[in-house]
């Protein structure tokens, strides 16, 4: 750390710094080091999902069903482009060929496009957040069950004149947004969620939802113009040859009806359905549940619909484009706020608070002053400005007054990073308790709900509570977010040192 | 972001989480964005009521204006198509500079207005979008207990 180097105190901190944390180091010239001890975001992230290409792409945990999809459209096109397209478009027209590529390359691109990008994943809540939500459902509950899990809870919103029960999600510790829903495959609350699609192998949500609902449609029409193209092509030849010598010439077409037939069926009844769910907006889990049916009451309507169907299909389809929540390719920092907070809990935020100078630093100064503008003004008074030899006891204090009085003072140090990169940030591994694989959670896995199309598991996300072996850990880990932090013989002396901090800087 | 800030925070963090106040979303009006304007109790000895809402409501007109469906966000959604979604790659959709607009005016409202008053306003956007998470630190001088803190800037990490 070049601050810490300039202050001259770099050798006791780095002893306080040393115990916590191996990756960590106080010298400038181990800085790539540092910076490859850096996870991504991705890296940490607590659903249960795939990143590739660093965190780029993102995809449900099995993709089995996804890389078949993947053979039967690749396959099936290859062969229809060579066996069948030299015959069409020499006996009726080049431009078949020229369609069909292009069918097949939009189709292809919708989805990709549909499998890799996040479908609108809400990110857990932080343990702030959480503490607070349930602060305020035990005020309006009445606290006091102990032992276990207290009733489901919803909060009631009215939205357009419907009332709309949000539930609350045991696993992100978040209150749903309204047609929002937790997947249990991958294990995160979807924003607008539709279903989750193992033959795209990712959930389709908000985000990716017109991509998928134009990758069936596309998809359509590549297996009808194949299908027909094909039939067309045997035929053709059996005018010259007959039928029998014309399926022997061109062995391929045969598989290529084969598949085409079974494939029309079930994809154009999927656009079908889709597209009356888009001219209502409807999600296909609110179809199923019937959340919006007439026969659930008279007074029941879509509060979401635009009243009209062209408004509906354009702003399904055409509306603006949020962007993903998750921000996979960020940098843990050390003082992001993450869901799972580790087991060592003291520990790991004392020793990575001292690395966070270089994070920022204009940031650094300009925030630090403007808020101690507000703090500071009184402590003025009780002044003693000796303040790094205080700092060192405690690990988590040792970097205090230590950098950024030179950094006030003086030129700062220009950043050794672009902000993105800046932080040192420690790697917070994700909490044992929960594994990257929990085993209670396999089981939700097979777990596929009777689907009413042919071709489409449509699995109607549960409303999740956490599993039983999921909630001890919960609580522990609140608890252990906080326990740590708070000891009641130090609190007087973190005080005053941190009184003597705030003075420091604000008397520069 | 405040390196000491980091540390000031942790030591505030460390002594007391539960001055941090949440402003919920409100969905009255479906699922666009858009967020509580009523006033939390912990905030009133902090700054005054008008201040807060009319912040609260600006970061409300910003995101209404980057979820518009209109002809703006039609067109970009027709030619977005048109190429593939390919355009995105030279092109910021329009809801992302909103979001940068917002996250300067988040800045600036904590330099001349939060942070005088010991407040600090995150970005809802590293928040997932479901709270705006307001810090409020408290002056040491005046009373024993401290307050909760976060890490306030948008910059960090994204």
């Known amino acids: ?508 | 972001m405040a390196t000491e800030f980091h540390n000031l925070q942790e030591l505030r963090h460390s002594a007391s989480l539960a001055n941090k106040v949440f402003i919920q979303r409100d969905y009255t009006e479906g699922t666009i964005c858009r967020f509580q304007t009523k006033f939390p109790s912990e905030l009133e000895s902090r700054i005054e009521r008008s201040l807060f809402e009319d912040t609260v409501k600006t970061l409300n007109n910003y995101y209404a204006e980057a979820e518009k469906i209109g002809g703006q966000s039609y067109l970009e959604g027709c030619l977005a198509c048109t190429t593939a979604y390919l355009i995105f790659l030279c092109m910021e959709t329009r809801y992302e500079k909103v979001l940068k607009k917002i996250s300067r005016y988040i800045q600036e409202q904590n330099e001349k207005i939060y942070a005088p008053r010991g407040l600090l306003i995150t970005d809802p956007i590293d928040r997932g979008m479901r709270v705006i998470e307001i810090s409020i630190y408290e002056d040491r001088g005046s009373s024993g207990s401290s307050s909760g803190s976060s890490s306030t800037t948008s910059s960090s990490g994204r």
């Open chain 1, 1 to 508: 750390m070049y601050s810490l180097k300039h202050l001259g105190v770099a050798e006791p901190m780095r002893e306080c710094e040393y115990s916590q944390i191996s990756t960590r180091s106080s010298t400038p010239m181990e800085s790539p080091h540092k910076r490859k001890s850096l996870k991504k975001k991705w890296q940490a992230f607590q659903g249960r999902n795939k990143f590739y290409c660093d965190g780029r792409i993102m995809m449900a945990r099995q993709t089995g069903v996804f890389y078949l999809t993947l053979v039967l459209i690749v396959v099936t096109s290859g062969l229809f482009f060579v066996f069948d397209c030299p015959f069409l478009s020499s006996h009726l027209t080049p431009a078949i060929p020229v369609m069909g590529g292009v069918l097949f390359g939009f189709v292809m691109g919708t989805l990709l496009r549909t499998s890799f990008s996040d479908p609108g994943v809400l990110p857990r809540a932080t343990p702030d957040e959480a503490a607070d939500l349930e602060r305020q459902i035990d005020v309006a509950n009445g606290s006091g069950t102990t032992g276990y899990r207290p009733p489901p809870r919803t909060r009631e919103v009215v939205i357009n004149g419907q009332t709309v029960k949000l539930k609350y999600c045991f696993t992100c510790k978040i209150f749903r947004p309204p047609r929002a829903s937790h997947c249990s495959l991958c294990d995160n609350c979807v924003e607008r969620f539709d279903h989750h699609c193992p033959w795209v192998g990712n959930c389709v949500g908000r985000r990716n939802y017109r991509f998928f609902y134009m990758f069936i449609l596309s998809l359509s029409f590549l297996t009808l113009f194949i299908f027909s193209f094909v039939i067309t092509h045997v035929i053709l030849r059996s005018h010259s040859i007959g039928f029998l010598s014309a399926l022997k010439d061109s062995p391929a077409s045969v598989l290529e009806v084969v598949v085409c037939f079974f494939s029309v069926w079930s994809i154009v009844g999927l656009s079908g359905f889709h597209t009356y769910l888009i001219g209502s907006n409807q999600t296909t889990n609110e179809d199923i549940k019937g959340s919006w049916s007439s026969k659930r009451g008279k007074d029941n309507y879509n509060p979401y619909s635009h009243g009209n169907l062209f408004t509906n299909c354009c702003a399904a389809l055409c509306g603006p484009l949020p962007p993903s929540l998750i921000d996979r390719r960020g940098y843990v920092l050390p003082n992001t706020p993450l869901p799972a907070p580790p087991t060592n809990g003291i520990t790991m935020y004392g020793a990575t608070q001292s690395q966070s100078h270089m994070c920022d630093q204009d940031q650094c100064i300009q925030s630090t002053k403007f808020v101690l503008q507000a703090a500071a003004t009184p402590l003025l008074q009780s002044a003693e400005p000796r303040l790094v030899t205080e700092e060192l006891p405690l690990p988590g204090r040792t970097s205090l007054g230590g950098p950024c009085p030179s950094l006030l003072l003086g030129q700062p140090t220009p950043p050794t990073s672009t902000p993105s990169l800046s932080c040192d940030g420690e790697i917070i591994p994700p909490h044992p308790s929960h594994p990257p694989e929990p085993p209670h959670l396999h089981p939700h896995a097979p777990h596929h709900h009777h689907a009413p199309h042919p071709h489409h598991h449509f699995l109607t996300p549960e409303e999740a509570p956490s599993p039983p072996g999921m909630l001890p850990c919960g609580s522990p880990l609140s608890h252990s977010h906080t326990v740590p932090f708070y000891h009641p013989a130090s609190q007087d002396s973190l005080h005053e040192d941190s009184v003597r901090g705030l003075v420091k800087l604000s008397s520069v």
